[in-house]
Structure formats: structure tokens, C-alpha cells
């Protein structure tokens, strides 16, 4: 395991608070918390993002997720247990995680905006924006994953 490069925490506050304030936005949307997480960890999956792998693991957990639907996440397609609605959120997900391999299919959106609004693709479209960029800084300073404790309600 590589030693943490940089924290991005205290090196630019400013721009830390400015990425917080975005998940204090998406947290107040409208979109289901447990979509949100999962949809992260989906991204977070696909960039190999320890940190944010461990952080929306415990969040989902801490929301009562299973371990059956946490560990077949990356095969959501063959599996019964992911709703359309989640399912439409994953494929949306990876497609704008995957940008350059498809730049969004438009058989991904449509099949997104059957079960989103313009409002809640807008809001979908910016956790999964928001929790890339997050990953990229995680990664690039080698976050050490495993000290996030997950919120009680």
C-alpha cells in the first residue's frame, strides 16, 4: 500500500468546501439517498477509488443496503434485485463515468428519462459528475481508505 501523497482537505480548503457545498445540494435534491450512494460506488468502482469505495460501502450499510446487492453491484444487469428505476441510474452512471466510450449513448438516456425528470437527470447527472472529480483527487492523492465512519441516523 502507497503512502498518502497529499491532502487535499487542508491543502485547498477553499475548493474542498466549494465540492461540499455540492453534496450538501445533492443531499437536500429530491433523489433517494440510497440511489445516490449506490450510483457513487458504482463510479467509484469503475475508477478503482479505495477511499470513496469505503466511504459508500459504510454509508449504504449504515442505510440498511444488503451485502448481497453491495457485493454484485458491478454485475447489476444480471441480477433481479436492482429496480428499473436503479438499473436506468446505474446505466446512466457508467455511461457518464465511461464518457469516452460512448460519449452517452442516447438509448442510456432514453431509457433514463423514463424514469427520471429533466430535474432529477440535472441532480443524477451531478452526483455522478461530483463523485468522479472526487475519486480523481482521492486517487491522485492516495487517500488512505479505511478511517470514514459512516453517519447514524
Not at 469505503?54 to 444487469?77: C, F, I, N, V
Not at 441532480?123 to 453517519?151: C, E, M, Q, V
Amino acid at each position: 500500500m502507497s503512502e498518502q501523497r497529499f491532502n487535499f482537505f487542508k491543502a485547498a480548503p477553499e475548493a474542498y468546501k466549494a465540492m461540499s457545498g455540492v453534496e450538501t445540494y445533492l443531499r437536500g435534491c429530491g433523489l433517494e439517498e440510497g440511489l445516490l450512494h449506490l450510483v457513487k460506488m458504482r463510479a467509484s468502482q469503475i475508477n478503482g477509488c479505495a477511499f470513496c469505495l469505503d466511504m459508500h460501502s459504510k454509508d449504504l450499510r449504515a442505510l440498511g443496503e444488503t451485502e448481497q446487492r453491495l457485493y454484485t453491484l458491478p454485475a447489476w444487469r444480471e441480477c433481479p434485485w436492482f429496480n428499473e428505476r436503479e438499473r436506468a441510474a446505474l446505466a446512466w452512471t457508467e455511461a457518464l463515468t465511461l464518457v469516452t466510450e460512448g460519449h452517452v449513448p442516447d438509448a442510456v438516456y432514453e431509457e433514463a428519462r423514463q424514469h427520471f425528470n429533466e430535474k432529477e437527470l440535472t441532480d443524477l447527472s451531478i452526483a455522478i459528475t461530483t463523485i468522479n472529480a472526487w475519486n480523481r483527487l482521492s486517487i491522485a492523492a492516495r487517500t488512505t481508505p479505511g478511517s470514514y465512519k459512516a453517519k447514524t441516523s
